[in-house]
């Protein structure tokens, strides 16, 4: 299909044909209508329906593109011509593709160059690569993700090739600043970041690899939410309020990243508005109001659970997305005083020159946006620790940050007096999420590398304190439950209460990157691969403790 072919001057109608087909119209509207000029929704096969009385041109919805298209030509109507099936414009999405690009880096070092080059190459033409965790999705079936760095570096060396070839103009470009380049696009969010920074004027030219794939390869997220054919009864409306903020300012509508693993877009280097309306959020959106949650993870998110899959077509959820996020999560810091094996394999305490370039240059964007102020929930320290962080300080304590509420999530080791003493007066009401992870001290230093058990609990004696003479509006401890601990959980509860604490929340442990998928599921986690629990922690989970209304298990709805 030819953008010439496209009529942006006409109004096109919606041809439904076949069972179900009603939803991929109604799928295609919601993404479309800002685009082309659609008017009404006709139901091929209606005895009423005469499409020779009826102008075109026409957009035809269906499961069965050979039998609709017999169909209509039946009616005298010329595909191409007269009518265009819907995912034959899915392209239309993909608004950089036809693009002159820069593959960029900083870098000196002739292997980052090849890096740029390489991903810039494959995010460009739509390329799955291996380590894409939607790979099987997007491909219909036809490749999986793999972690494997062998296979990961040979599709890279295999878009290498044509890479460079598209690439050699770039070689002679030094000292022309990616003259003649419609964009320049760089393998991480620091470089374009840098970029930026010393090249004012190339404004939106820069982007990142994560941006450019978001936008060339749209349509083959698009195909994915438009033909899942399975429907879930759960319900959520995180994608249309909730805005996860990680590490490189890369941004999820989800409140944990492995639920759902698919940027939106990159606040740092777009602006957030962009991010927040980007066509990839548009898509992900319609993932649930279509009730397919094309990219959702059915195993590890709790409102999976008690609900049902369907194949008829569910009634679609009624939602409408905010102006701007409601709940904003902030965890694009990862410095924190622990190691915690289910987290990371050694001490990172302190950013490097280009991970701290990224991250002020997301909470410059962030306080500019003012939505820090407007978001109805506020939650700071996802990812590190927040008494440890000069990024998530500069969110608590920067007077410029006008609002009067927060949620400070903490592994609580480094919450002082002194702390308490900036924040007290600044919020009118102060959350906490702490996660504790144990019961015992021995089990505590286990799965809590370098913290300190007594001073934790005295630090929690503070806190107990504060919020019974209500100068902390609520306490949440956390579990990560694991091989290591899920013992201790009726304990843990009963600690809990004793503190006053408001609330238990128990998670399930994920994989980080810590732990070989094998080993992870057969001696850390407590679920297995398909997310069904294993029968020792079902049997901690009977006692009454684990009842009590204050507990939140994360893997149930």
């Known amino acids: 299909m030819h953008p010439e072919i496209i009529q942006y001057d006409k109004t096109y109608k919606l041809i439904e044909f076949g069972k179900g087909s009603e939803k991929l119209s109604l799928d295609f509207r919601y993404v479309f209508s800002s685009i082309l000029k659609l008017g009404e929704t006709i139901r091929l096969g209606d005895t009423d329906c005469d499409l020779k009385d009826m102008p075109g041109p026409y957009i035809c919805c269906t499961y069965d593109r050979s039998a609709a298209k017999k169909e209509m030509t039946g009616t005298g109507l010329s595909c191409g011509k007269d009518y265009l099936f819907a995912e034959d414009l899915f392209y239309l999405l993909d608004d950089l593709k036809g693009s ?17 080059v390489s991903f810039g190459y494959a995010a460009k033409h739509g390329k799955i690569l291996p380590e894409d965790p939607y790979a099987q999705i997007l491909s219909g079936g036809r490749r999986r993700s793999s972690r494997s760095p062998v296979i990961q570096r040979l599709y ?26 419609d964009l320049i696009c760089f393998a991480d969010a620091a470089n374009a970041i840098g970029y930026k920074k010393d090249h004012p004027d190339a404004g939106d030219r820069v982007i990142t690899t994560e941006m450019l794939k978001a936008r060339t390869m749209a349509s083959l997220h698009m195909r994915a939410v438009y033909f899942d054919k399975d429907q879930y009864t759960c319900e959520c409306d995180m994608p249309f309020k909730t805005l996860w903020i990680g590490k490189g300012g890369t941004a999820r509508l989800c409140d944990c990243p492995d ?18 309306d980007s066509p990839m959020a548009r898509i992900i959106r319609l993932s649930v109001i279509n009730n397919t949650y094309t990219f959702c993870s059915k195993n590890l998110c709790g409102k999976f659970a008690g609900g049902c899959r369907s194949a008829e077509v569910l009634k679609r959820t009624d939602i409408t997305a905010a102006d701007h996020p409601l709940t904003i999560n902030i965890a694009n810091d990862q410095v924190c005083n622990l190691h915690c094996p289910s987290c990371r394999k050694k001490v990172y305490a302190v950013n490097d020159e280009c991970t701290q370039r990224e991250a002020d240059a997301c909470m410059d964007e962030l306080i500019n946006s003012g939505w820090l102020d ?18 998530y300080k500069r969110v608590l304590y920067d ?22 003493k900036r924040l007290e007066g600044k919020y009118e009401h102060i959350s906490f999420m702490v996660s504790v992870d144990a019961a015992t001290k021995q089990t505590y230093e286990k799965v809590r590398c370098g913290g300190a058990y007594d001073r934790l609990m005295k630090n929690m004696d503070f806190l107990s304190k504060l919020r019974s003479e209500g100068k902390v509006e609520s306490v949440k401890v ?7 601990n899920y013992r201790e959980i009726p304990e843990f509860i009963r600690w809990a209460k004793d503190k006053g604490f408001d609330g238990v929340n128990l998670s399930r442990i994920r994989n980080w990157g810590t732990y070989d998928d094998i080993y992870f599921y057969e001696h850390v986690s407590m679920f297995d691969g398909e997310g069904r629990m294993k029968p020792e922690l079902s049997a901690v989970l009977e006692d009454p403790e684990c009842g009590d209304p204050i507990v939140n298990m994360n893997w149930k709805a």
């Open 100 to 116: 002159k690009i820069a593959y960029a880096t900083c870098s000196k070092k002739i292997s980052d160059r090849l890096k740029a």
């Open 156 to 181: 890279h060396a295999i878009y290498l090739i044509p890479g460079l070839i598209e690439a050699i103009p770039q070689l002679f470009a030094s000292g022309k600043e990616y003259e003649g380049y």
């Open 259 to 276: 639920y759902l693993d698919v940027s939106c877009g990159n606040i740092g280097v777009l602006s957030a508005s962009d991010v927040w």
């Open 374 to 391: 407007t978001a109805d929930k506020l939650l700071v320290g996802g990812g590190g620790e927040a008494f440890l962080s000069a990024n």
């Open 399 to 420: 007077g410029s940050i006008r609002r009067n509420s927060i949620t400070i999530m903490t592994n609580g080791t480094l919450f002082t007096g002194d702390e308490w």
């Open 478 to 484: 956390i579990m990560i439950v694991q091989e290591a």
